[in-house]
C-alpha cells in the first residue's frame, strides 16, 4: 500500500494546493525562498513591461504613483529624509536600476544610492499654483537605468503647514506597496522600530523565473494563443470625444462608496478564488463590458 507520501506526491498540481489550503500550509513549491544570486538578478516579466514601456515612452508619467501626506507644522527635514532612506534601504526595490544585456533584461540592486529629494518654499504661492507644482513633480519621468525609481519634496505651503510629496514609478510598487510605505514612514516618525524584511521583490522573481523554466510559461502561453486566436472582437461603445490635444492617456477619477455587507461579499470572493480585490473588481466590469456588447 502507498505511504501518505506517496499518495500526496501523486495527486495533481491542484489536489496538492487544494490539500495545502485546507490543511492551513502552503505547497513548497509555492513557498518562495531567500534568493542564492549575488549580484544582478534577471527581472521579472511585470518588470521587463514597465521597463519596455519606459523606453517606449520615457517621457510618459503615466505610470508614477504619488503619494501626499499633510503636516500641521513645519517637520525637520532631515527627519523626513531620514525616514524616507530608511524605507528605501530595507526593500531593495526602491533602490534598483535596470540594464538591458544579451537579451535579457536584468535588475541590479543598489548599495550606494542617492534620494532625490527637494524642500520647496511655497508659503507665498496661491492654491493653484501649489496644486500645479504638484501636478508637474508627479509627473517628472523616471529614467530607469540611471536613477532609482523613487523620489520626495517636503512642501512648505503656509506658516505652520507642511506637505510631503512621494513618487514612485509603478516598476517599484503599486497602490499595496505605497500602503507599506505610508505605515513604515508613520512608524518611524513615531520613533518605532521596524521588523526585519523577510523577502525582498528579486527573491520573488528569481522563484518566478524558476517557476516558469519547468514548462509553466509555455502552459500559460499555449492557453492564451488559444483563448486570443483569430480575429479580436471590437467592443462597440458609446463615442467619447476627447478635447483637442489632450493625451491619450489623460481620464478622470469618480469616487463612489460601496456599502459594507457589498465589499464584504466581494473581499469573501476574492479570498475563495485566491484573487486580490482589485482583480475580482475589474472582473466585474468585464461582466459589465460584456453585457453592453451583447
Known sequence: MPSLEERIA???????????????????????????????????????????????EPDDPAPNRAKLLEFEGL??????????????????????????REGQLYQQILDEWELPFAEIDLREAEDDEVRTFIRGQI???????????????????????SQF?????????????????????????????????????ADFAVWQAARLAGGLLDEQLAYW???LAGEAPVLELPE?????????TDGARHSAALPAELLAGLQALARA???????????????????YSG
Not at 527635514?77 to 526602491?94: F, K
Not at 509627473?139 to 503647514?161: C, D, K, M, S, T
Not at 467619447?240 to 491619450?248: D, F, N, Q, T, V
Open 10 to 56: 501523486n495527486l495533481t498540481p491542484a489536489q496538492q494546493k487544494l490539500l495545502a489550503r485546507r490543511l492551513g500550509q502552503t505547497p513548497a513549491a509555492s513557498r518562495i525562498p531567500p534568493r542564492e544570486i549575488i549580484g544582478p538578478v534577471p527581472a521579472s516579466p511585470i518588470q521587463t513591461r514597465w521597463w519596455f514601456l519606459n523606453q517606449l
Open 75 to 100: 517637520p525637520e527635514t532631515e527627519t523626513l529624509r531620514r525616514a524616507l532612506e530608511t524605507i528605501i534601504q530595507r526593500h531593495e526595490a526602491l533602490r534598483t536600476v535596470f540594464f538591458f
Open 139 to 161: 509627473r517628472e519621468p523616471f529614467h530607469l537605468g540611471e536613477q532609482i525609481p523613487i523620489r520626495g519634496a517636503l512642501l512648505r505651503v503656509g506658516p505652520a503647514r
Open 165 to 201: 510629496l512621494i513618487v514612485n514609478h509603478h516598476i517599484a510598487g503599486d497602490h499595496w506597496s505605497s500602503q507599506i510605505i505610508l505605515r513604515e514612514l508613520t512608524a518611524l516618525l513615531r520613533g518605532e522600530t521596524l521588523p526585519a524584511v523577510p523577502l525582498q521583490y
Open 225 to 227: 494563443r488559444r483563448q
Open 240 to 248: 467619447l470625444r476627447r478635447a483637442e490635444g489632450a493625451p491619450p
Open 273 to 291: 478564488a485566491e484573487a486580490t480585490l482589485p482583480i475580482v473588481i475589474l472582473a466585474v466590469f468585464k461582466v459589465l463590458l460584456h453585457r
